[in-house]
């Protein structure tokens, strides 16, 4: 069960801690400079299917606080999350910001996705999109925006002359949008869009983690070609965060919104050993092996709650020998396990 050259992180680079030279990096391709962990904003929406829990909207005001008041300095947020309510409440929590201080810090991005309505992904909700997230993100000029799962589309559709990828990109040509990014999933359908050399930034999700490698050919293409990239969803939707199973807490058993296969489930208890041996827990070593890769400019993890930010931070603060690292590698599920095993 090892991964092959392509699937393995080159060169790795220093965990960087938090305030520290290479905490806050350049994103390529868009003169931003974003921190080495940004707060994702999906569960800030509450979405009890897919979480498992509710977020009440007070509780993610003070949690976007939390962040602001951190070194973190990159949100990301969607469209679609909840129904616009994940981009409400971040709005919300940015209000209070300016309430307390006066002003938004200068260097914090939000980031944020055009998505589409009712199976309407045209040209002209992408625009209604982008004026939606202003809106409610209550800012003027939105920094960088991505085209959110494009897979679930027609690429001919979506690509054609005056479709939504012609508006995103007018968006940016105009000043409206400062950059544009590409988000999604599947690797082969991703590649598809990444080859039209017209994305700033690309985002990948649950495939590039300590028990998945789709990615790999794809972040290698990417930073061939100075394309900024972002690692999301680390944990795999939570199996990559349990440390310690109960009676009242079952190991978990979904890994990217699906069952996972029972070598993935073999390899996570493994890692959970591994970690156990190590002194410290399968989520640190989740989060650290993204921020290691000197091509992930800026790590994705979700956030819900205020503590949650300073355990993030905690996690990039504990150093993994390369003895760590060489033995997770050698769990790494086959190929046939990942979410994309032809990618």
């Given at each position: ?48 299917g897919v979480f498992g829990y509710e977020v009440a909207a007070e509780r993610a005001v ?25 981009e409400r409440r971040i709005g919300r929590g940015l209000a209070a910001y300016r309430e ?53 589309f027609d690429f001919a559709d979506l690509t054609a002359r005056g479709g939504a990828l ?178």
């Amino acid at each position: 069960m090892t991964a092959s050259a392509l699937h393995r992180v080159p060169e790795p680079a220093p965990v960087p801690a938090p305030g520290t030279p290479g905490w806050t990096r350049p994103l390529p391709g868009t003169g931003l400079a974003v921190s080495a962990v940004c707060a994702g904003g999906s569960p800030l929406g509450s979405m009890p299917g897919v979480f498992g829990y509710e977020v009440a909207a007070e509780r993610a005001v003070e949690t976007v606080l939390a962040v602001l008041e951190s070194p973190v300095r990159f949100l990301d947020t969607a469209n679609g999350y909840s129904d616009g309510e994940s981009e409400r409440r971040i709005g919300r929590g940015l209000a209070a910001y300016r309430e307390r201080h006066g002003a938004l810090p200068d260097d914090v991005v939000v980031a944020t996705k055009v998505d589409p309505r009712d199976g309407d992904y045209s040209a002209d909700r992408v625009r209604r999109s982008v004026d939606e997230s202003r809106e409610r993100l209550g800012l003027d000029r939105l920094p960088l925006v991505h085209l959110h799962d494009p897979e679930n589309f027609d690429f001919a559709d979506l690509t054609a002359r005056g479709g939504a990828l012609d508006a995103l990109l007018a968006l940016r040509e105009s000043g409206e949008v400062g950059s544009v990014g590409l988000a999604g999933g599947p690797v082969p359908e991703m590649r598809r869009y990444l080859d039209l050399g017209v994305f700033d930034v690309l985002l990948v999700h649950n495939r590039w983690t300590l028990v998945d490698r789709s990615a790999g050919s794809l972040i290698a293409a990417a930073a061939a070609r100075g394309t900024g990239v972002l690692n999301a969803a680390v944990y795999g939707g939570g199996i990559l965060a349990q440390q310690t199973p109960s009676a009242d807490r079952p190991s978990a058993t979904r890994y990217g919104y699906r069952e996972a296969p029972p070598e993935t489930l073999a390899a996570v208890d493994g890692l959970r050993a591994l970690c156990a041996r190590h002194g410290t827990t399968l989520a640190t070593a989740a989060l650290q092996f993204s921020a290691r890769d000197p091509r992930v400019v800026s790590t994705i993890v979700g956030v819900s709650r205020p503590d949650r930010v300073a355990q993030t931070l905690e996690a990039f603060r504990h150093e993994l020998p390369a003895s760590f690292w060489q033995e997770a590698g050698e769990l790494v599920p086959s190929a046939q396990a990942w979410l994309d095993p032809t990618a």
